[in-house]
């Protein structure tokens, strides 16, 4: 029933909507040079496209053809905005470095994302003006710098061990195959978690945070009907609207917890100060937050919902990218045998128990099993929709201000023009053949100098916390290779099929066996 009457007010809008094109095309109205892409017929292209993004394996492989036919930018009618795709690194370049300023702005948020963003006032999407920048610099400065990424060294260390002793458990010493995503996804979420809140909270506690969070983010692609004209939607999909309000509300409860016991605590800390007792609190995100004063709104304060916001933005922007490329690069592990052997050689050569952080500017070969894992396995296959502050021209055509800019990151790290067999797992492509250093031109991933490959978008709005994710990486892939070794579940071949969830996963999450080290030799 909810189903006809949709697709009757779908029908009726198009016709409208329809109406108006034509009318417009009598009227002769100028229309500015957008980039080529496919005729769209109002309202059912949006919704064909949507289809094709949540269920029909993306909108790549499409991408990629319409790229033949059209060139290397490209104009979709996708909601109710135009949405351009840039796909080459040349335009790249171009657009967010050379015009980065132009290319800085966010789209206006869409009906569910507006309430999970309090209305675009989080980092990833504000608009670009001061409070973006308030909120980034306050992330940049207090949390993401590397004399604060070196206080939480300790709290990488408690992790750590968290996830060798549920791997040891699990796989009972090397007895049974581990399902290795829970296993790495459980120990981010406990770091992230630290790192906002600043406690070493128990598992269970941990377990009830990431079950919020994930929740939200897994079912939010199931939303996407609500953003098409939300008055209407509102009154047809009642039900929906309740579920996702219920989600958000289960968070908050959470949050909101956690955040008051954090600024109790803050309090009485200052009291004990006042009255000179030797205590502090360690560093956390929260605390920067609840300082934070917002210039342009009369000095206020964040509010709670605010402060909610940022808090699940730093947990999904932190857990889920990185465990997604650790079980990449881990699943590349398991499949080529001699990178494994060749990268535990290079560990094994520093003769310690344990890697320490320091240890890892020692190990290139570390640093380029990464990378290649970001190239070919980047865990966003696009940056988050941009927009542009004015209209701008580029490669000869308009990127109007009301469209959504597009950056296909996943097919600018395999162009076959830049990089040898690109869908190959080779990480020696990162090191000089002289004498087996990192080639730093190739390792940069900034796409500051050249766009090569930009795991973590390009420009002003790239991912802040590029240093501290590299970080997470190394260490715990290098401590995962010194502590076991990892070979694939008898008679299992790796399969390296993606699915897109809020990054893009192994379809086929990795089952591996392992064996600590210590019983091998
Ligand atoms: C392997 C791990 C990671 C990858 C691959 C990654 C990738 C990205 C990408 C592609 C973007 C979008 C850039 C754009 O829109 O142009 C982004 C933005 C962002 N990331 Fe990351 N990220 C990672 C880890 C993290 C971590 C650990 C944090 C925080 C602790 C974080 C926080 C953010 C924030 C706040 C933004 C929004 C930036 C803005 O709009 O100004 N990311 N990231």
Redesign the pocket.
């Known amino acids: 029933m909810e189903d006809s009457i949709w697709w009757i007010i779908i029908i009726t809008l198009s016709f409208c909507a329809t109406l108006k094109v034509v009318f417009n095309l009598l009227l002769q109205t100028p229309k500015k040079q957008l980039p080529p892409g496919p005729v769209s017929i109002p309202i059912i292209t949006s919704l064909q496209w949507l289809r094709k993004k949540s269920f029909s394996g993306g909108l790549e492989p499409t991408l990629r053809n319409l790229k033949t036919k059209y060139g290397p930018i490209i104009t979709l009618s996708i909601g109710q905005r135009k949405s351009i795709f840039i796909t080459t690194s040349s335009l790249v370049h171009q657009a967010?470095i050379q015009n980065g300023a132009l290319f800085?702005d966010?789209p206006p948020a869409l009906a569910t994302s507006k309430i999970i963003s309090n209305n675009q006032h989080?980092?990833?999407?504000?608009s670009y003006g001061p409070l973006?920048r308030l909120?980034?610099r306050n992330?940049s400065l207090q949390?993401?710098h590397p004399s604060k990424i070196n206080a939480f060294s300790p709290a990488r260390k408690w992790v750590l061990n968290i996830i060798k002793e549920s791997i040891k458990k699990e796989s009972k010493s090397g007895k049974n195959p581990l399902f290795l995503v829970d296993h790495i996804q459980f120990g981010m979420f406990c770091l992230?978690v630290f790192?906002c809140f600043g406690e070493k909270l128990d598992e269970k506690k941990i377990g009830e945070i990431e079950s919020v969070q994930r929740n939200l983010l897994l079912r939010f692609g199931g939303f996407e009907i609500l953003i098409f004209f939300p008055t209407f939607t509102k009154i047809f999909f009642r039900k929906k609207w309740q579920d996702f309000y219920k989600l958000r509300s289960e968070q908050e409860k959470v949050l909101i917890h956690l955040i008051r016991s954090r600024q109790q605590q803050m309090r009485k800390t200052s009291e004990d100060e006042n009255h000179h007792e030797e205590k502090s609190l360690g560093l956390c995100?929260v605390d920067s937050l609840l300082n934070l004063e917002l210039p342009d709104e009369g000095g206020r304060k964040l509010t709670e919902h605010e402060i909610v916001g940022l808090c699940s933005?730093?947990?999904d922007?932190?857990?889920d990218?990185?465990s997604?490329?650790?079980q990449w690069v881990m699943a590349n592990l398991v499949k080529h045998q001699e990178i494994q052997s060749k990268l535990f050689d290079e560990i094994r050569r520093l003769n310690s128990d344990e890697i320490q952080e320091e240890d890892l500017k020692k190990l290139p070969y570390l640093k380029a099993v990464i990378l290649e894992g970001?190239r070919r396995h980047?865990?966003?296959h696009?940056?988050?929709?941009?927009a542009v502050t004015q209209d701008v021209r580029l490669d000869g055509y308009v990127v109007p201000k009301e469209a959504t800019v597009n950056?296909m990151?996943a097919e600018i790290g395999w162009d076959p023009k830049i990089w040898e067999d690109p869908m190959v797992f080779k990480p020696e492509r990162f090191l000089n053949e002289e004498d087996g250093s990192l080639n730093e031109e190739l390792s940069d991933v900034t796409g500051n100098k050249e766009v090569k490959m930009?795991?973590?978008?390009?420009?002003?709005?790239?991912?802040?916390?590029?240093g501290?994710?590299?970080l997470?990486?190394e260490y715990f892939v290098a401590n995962l290779i010194k502590e076991f070794k990892w070979s694939a579940k008898v008679g299992d071949d790796i399969d390296f099929s993606e699915k897109q969830e809020f990054?893009v996963v192994m379809k086929n999450p990795l089952w591996a066996h392992v064996t600590p080290r210590e019983h091998q030799d």
């Open positions: 967010m800085a966010r989080n980092i990833t999407g504000a973006w909120l980034r992330l949390i993401l992230l790192m995100y933005e730093f947990l922007a932190g857990t990218t990185t997604t490329a650790l970001l980047p865990p966003g696009f940056v988050l929709p941009h950056i990151i930009i795991p973590f978008g390009a420009g002003r709005r790239m991912c802040p916390a590029s501290l994710a590299m997470h990486l990054t």
